[in-house]
């Protein structure tokens, strides 16, 4: 380390431990409403089409619509607040959940989830990227990562084990109080850092406005790649991932419980060991190369597809399980990486931004467009072709190989990334935004 070299924060590791548990509650808060799709249905006397826009798209109208401007604000205001007070609302709206009636109360309190939920990721990302410096971003964020296999397994095992117990609301209320407390624990234990006080670049502690930053964005070729392939990639793996317990329940024969104990520890084993597998090679010397990172995860995203067509394909349960063993862990292979790439390709006052426009449309393609496809494509089948309880099924056949798809711009990335990388560390960019900073 030279002696100009900026010391990272000492509550570096701390941090991004609070961090990653924050975000296990952002994930199972999500992801628990999957588990509980088919009693949730059953109960409010509903089509897949119709559950589909109850679970997913209500929560995505308003996640990916605020998204944004949040993380605009997070780029300019205290990351700590912004995100304690977003923990704090999403974690009471799920704790809502589990208190409703009805379908329009409960899709009130779905709206409120995702307005909570759009200040999680952008603020945490940005806190995280001003604790470690560049060559270490893709590793934290890979770490940070564990959280989705966490929340997951929270939303499977817990939810799926409460439901079958207690009842759908019951596993609401179990989530969604823990997150209260968390929130208190992150306004009082986590330090704001100075932004941009880890880059070598100028600008730092420049703000920029919203227009500006998606101007500059769209011109970064890598940046554009990666967030077009992490959309898609986020489409095929989540996509699938919404569906497959109802589809368990639906092919498989099994309860919610039994599919939620099934998922669960994919999640929390198979997921984790994949996240760590990724963050032990974003470790490696090979990896302070960006375009080995952009191509080993068009690799794996393009490899793990070909299992994901079929699992939705074999009627064998146990061929079906071992495949998911197989499929689970891929789908939080990119998630850091692609999220630590970002941030490198981008300065810093852009980088919540950055984030935000990933999660809105990773979030509109596996919330809004993924579950309402399936859920109509299932409808249809069923309708149309009398395939009944296996309309489900091949609803999901036809969007598997869209991994395929991800894969491609994924692997595109890699060509201008590691120039792309250089312009930000060379501080490059402010000359060309100069006078938009000023404004």
């Known amino acids: 380390m030279s002696p100009n070299e900026p010391v990272a924060p000492r509550d570096r590791w701390y941090v991004l431990g609070v961090l990653t548990i924050v975000y296990a509650l952002n994930i199972a808060d999500r992801f628990s409403i999957s588990t509980l799709i088919e009693p949730i249905r059953l109960e409010l006397r509903l089509s897949d089409g119709g559950i589909a826009f109850l679970t997913g798209v209500a929560l995505a109208l308003f996640y990916v ?4 401007p949040i993380a605009s604000l997070a780029d300019r205001a205290n990351r700590r607040n912004i995100l304690a007070f977003a923990l704090a609302a999403w974690s009471g709206m799920t704790a809502l959940c589990g208190l409703s009636q009805n379908y329009w109360q409960l899709l009130l309190a779905r709206f409120g989830v995702g307005i909570g939920e759009a200040g999680g990721t952008p603020p945490s990302t940005s806190i995280l990227a001003d604790k470690f410096p560049a060559a270490r971003r ?11 296999c966490l929340g997951a397994w929270l939303g499977s095992s817990i939810a799926g084990a409460v439901a079958q117990n207690h009842g759908w609301r019951a596993a609401f209320l179990v989530l969604g109080v823990p997150g209260l407390a968390c929130a208190l624990v992150v306004w009082l234990t986590v330090e704001e850092p100075r932004r941009g006080g880890l880059d070598g670049g100028a600008g730092g502690q420049q703000t920029v406005s919203l227009l500006t930053a998606l101007r500059f964005i769209s011109r970064q070729r890598s940046a554009v790649q990666l967030l077009v392939g992490g959309s898609v990639a986020t489409f095929w793996s989540w996509g699938l991932m919404w569906w497959t317990p109802t589809f368990l329940v639906r092919s498989h024969h099994m309860t919610v419980g039994e599919a939620g104990e099934l998922l669960g520890p994919m999640h929390l084993i198979a997921g984790t060991a994949g996240t760590l597998l990724a963050a032990w090679l974003m470790g490696r010397p090979a990896a302070r190369d960006p375009r080995y990172v952009a191509r080993l995860l068009a690799w794996v995203t393009a490899l793990t597809t070909i299992p994901s067509i079929f699992l939705y394909w074999v009627t064998s349960q146990s061929a079906a399980t071992a495949l998911l063993w197989i499929f689970v862990p891929s789908v939080y292979f990119y998630i850091g990486p692609v999220l630590g790439l970002l941030q490198n390709v981008v300065p810093a006052p852009m980088r919540a931004t950055t984030c935000a426009l990933l999660l809105f449309t990773a979030n509109v393609a596996n919330l809004v467009v993924a579950p309402q496809l399936i859920g109509w494509l299932s ?11 296996e309309s489900l099924r091949w609803a999901l056949l036809l969007i598997a190989p869209t991994g395929l798809w991800a894969a491609c711009h994924l692997w595109t990335s890699g060509r201008t990334i590691r120039e792309d990388e250089a312009q930000i560390e060379n501080g490059q960019w402010s000359e060309s935004e100069r006078i938009a900073l000023r404004q």
Do not use: C, E, K, Y
């Open 379 to 389: 409808d249809w089948f069923a309708a149309s072709f009398g395939a009944g309880q």
């Open 138 to 148: 893709p590793m934290a964020l890979t770490i940070f990562a564990l959280g989705a």
């Open 65 to 68: 619509t605020v998204g944004i």
